[in-house]
């Protein structure tokens, strides 16, 4: 049987790498004309996306390129004095089994694990897709595939083939989000540096195996700003437009927008579908359910979703009819809960108000002032994101769809995050 998945990023040769183990052929197409290495940005990998990675093989690897970001300083905008956070107590109190990696580390780790039993085309895309599975492509010849699988982001190209334009379904929360690649001049080895003012946020940081950093701009907009997610110029405009002036350093970071290797910009935005499938075409990650960029833990949840649906696929022989409901159904609760508390994160990180900037400073404070287990019961009732993706649960598919089924929490057992 044969399923065509278009996008290599995360979502993608997760989904590759459990088909081809289920006994599918995979293809898999990217726009990009080489594996993407555009910078990227720190994603969160919780305890079931963890376990998902150990059975795949690449968990010594992905711990090998975590950041090590352990030290965070806090800069309250129009304070006097800084608050310095403890980031070690935080994770160790809100996870037990937690990663803090580069995107495109992870992405390369993943493409690594599947590169020798799938076929991946780069620098095409999927034109045109038919109800028996027709594939129209915008550089190679037709091909007919058995299912097609759209795992190529918020901006998806087989959800606008398939489903229709992206505003139908799209939900502004009220933020956008910038991240640029710059020299690391400041030598930061593990420390993040967050300067928070209303409406907006700034940070930069610098993982322990990078030569360069990062910098990371999240703020407020009442109304959806007039840009096309391709316009970068347009897009440097509008960062500078929002940040311009609030702290010499925010500034500095500023003025490497024109020359940094690597810009994204996008706003965070929710997808809200009624189903992810349509005859022989399914949704996964961020093209079907993404609870908003930088906040919602969709890098653990697009793990998630691929492993649930090659075991689907798995456990009902390949029959997309039965598979493509259970697949959607297994994820309902995971994707509402995701984007619930991509709502709250929202609202934590970029403040609405100077009482709220006082409260963040001031919890960052109490949790580095308090001994270890106060703190712990502290992070455990304010971090709704870290509690949420550790306790998802997902069936442990079977190497066959004839064997039994067992259910395994990934708060337990299997935990994938």
Same mark, same amino acid.
Request: charge should be neutral; aromatic fraction near 8%.
């Given at each position: 049987?044969?399923?065509?998945?278009?996008?290599?990023?995360?979502?993608?040769?997760?989904?590759?790498?459990?088909?081809?183990?289920?006994?599918?052929?995979?293809?898999?197409?990217?726009?990009?004309?080489?594996?993407?290495?555009?910078?990227?940005?720190?994603?969160?990998?919780?305890?079931?996306?963890?376990?998902?990675?150990?059975?795949?093989?690449?968990?010594?690897?992905?711990?090998?390129?975590?950041?090590?970001?352990?030290?965070?300083?806090?800069?309250?905008?129009?304070?006097?004095?800084?608050?310095?956070?403890?980031?070690?107590?935080?994770?160790?109190?809100?996870?037990?089994?937690?990663?803090?990696?580069?995107?495109?580390?992870?992405?390369?780790?993943?493409?690594?694990?599947?590169?020798?039993?799938?076929?991946?085309?780069?620098?095409?895309?999927?034109?045109?897709?038919?109800?028996?599975?027709?594939?129209?492509?915008?550089?190679?010849?037709?091909?007919?595939?058995?299912?097609?699988?759209?795992?190529?982001?918020?901006?998806?190209?087989?959800?606008?083939?398939?489903?229709?334009?992206?505003?139908?379904?799209?939900?502004?929360?009220?933020?956008?989000?910038?991240?640029?690649?710059?020299?690391?001049?400041?030598?930061?080895?593990?420390?993040?540096?967050?300067?928070?003012?209303?409406?907006?946020?700034?940070?930069?940081?610098?993982?322990?195996?990078?030569?360069?950093?990062?910098?990371?701009?999240?703020?407020?907009?009442?109304?959806?700003?007039?840009?096309?997610?391709?316009?970068?110029?347009?897009?440097?405009?509008?960062?500078?437009?929002?940040?311009?002036?609030?702290? /010499?350093?925010?500034? @500095?970071? %500023?003025?490497? #927008?024109?020359?940094?290797? &690597?810009?994204?910009?996008? !706003?965070? +935005?929710?997808?809200?579908?009624?189903?992810?499938?349509?005859?022989?075409?399914?949704?996964?990650?961020?093209?079907?359910?993404?609870?908003?960029?930088?906040?919602?833990?969709?890098?653990?949840?697009?793990?998630?979703?691929?492993?649930?649906?090659?075991?689907?696929?798995?456990?009902?022989?390949?029959?997309?009819?039965?598979?493509?409901?259970?697949?959607?159904?297994?994820?309902?609760?995971?994707?509402?809960?995701?984007?619930?508390?991509?709502?709250?994160?929202?609202?934590?990180?970029?403040?609405?108000?100077?009482?709220?900037?006082?409260?963040?400073?001031?919890?960052?404070?109490?949790?580095?002032?308090?001994? /270890?287990?106060?703190? @712990?019961? %502290?992070?455990? #009732?304010?971090?709704?994101? &870290?509690?949420?993706?550790? !306790?998802? +649960?997902?069936?442990?598919?079977?190497?066959?769809?004839?064997?039994?089924?067992?259910?395994?929490?990934?708060?337990?057992?299997?935990?994938?995050?």
């Amino acid at each position: 049987m044969r399923i065509l998945v278009s996008g290599a990023s995360v979502a993608g040769p997760v989904l590759a790498y459990w088909l081809t183990r289920y006994g599918f052929e995979v293809t898999v197409v990217e726009r990009a004309p080489v594996l993407r290495k555009t910078g990227g940005h720190a994603v969160d990998l919780f305890r079931p996306a963890m376990n998902i990675s150990e059975r795949m093989g690449v968990l010594p690897r992905v711990e090998e390129r975590a950041t090590g970001t352990n030290r965070m300083t806090v800069h309250p905008e129009g304070a006097r004095r800084p608050v310095r956070v403890d980031l070690s107590k935080i994770f160790s109190a809100t996870s037990d089994r937690h990663v803090e990696i580069m995107r495109d580390d992870l992405s390369e780790i993943y493409y690594d694990a599947t590169r020798d039993d799938v076929e991946y085309v780069f620098g095409d895309s999927i034109s045109a897709i038919s109800p028996e599975g027709e594939v129209r492509f915008e550089n190679a010849a037709p091909r007919r595939f058995d299912l097609v699988v759209g795992a190529d982001g918020l901006h998806s190209n087989v959800r606008r083939l398939v489903f229709g334009a992206e505003s139908r379904f799209s939900d502004f929360i009220g933020a956008y989000l910038g991240v640029l690649t710059l020299p690391n001049v400041s030598g930061l080895d593990g420390e993040l540096h967050m300067h928070v003012g209303v409406g907006r946020t700034a940070g930069m940081y610098g993982a322990r195996h990078l030569g360069d950093a990062r910098a990371l701009f999240l703020f407020r907009s009442e109304r959806e700003l007039d840009y096309h997610h391709r316009d970068v110029p347009r897009q440097r405009e509008l960062l500078r437009g929002a940040f311009e002036g609030m702290n /010499a350093d925010v500034d @500095r970071w %500023l003025d490497e #927008l024109d020359r940094a290797p &690597a810009f994204y910009f996008d !706003s965070i +935005t929710q997808l809200r579908m009624d189903t992810w499938s349509r005859g022989r075409v399914t949704l996964v990650g961020d093209a079907g359910y993404c609870p908003g960029p930088a906040v919602g833990g969709s890098t653990s949840l697009a793990v998630v979703g691929a492993y649930v649906l090659a075991g689907e696929l798995a456990r009902a022989g390949g029959d997309h009819e039965r598979a493509f409901p259970a697949y959607e159904r297994a994820m309902a609760e995971h994707v509402r809960g995701s984007r619930a508390v991509a709502l709250s994160a929202a609202k934590t990180l970029v403040p609405t108000s100077r009482l709220g900037v006082w409260g963040l400073a001031q919890g960052a404070r109490l949790i580095s002032a308090l001994p /270890a287990g106060p703190s @712990r019961a %502290l992070l455990r #009732l304010a971090t709704k994101s &870290a509690r949420l993706y550790n !306790s998802m +649960t997902v069936d442990d598919y079977p190497p066959s769809p004839a064997a039994s089924r067992g259910l395994i929490g990934l708060g337990g057992g299997l935990g994938v995050d």
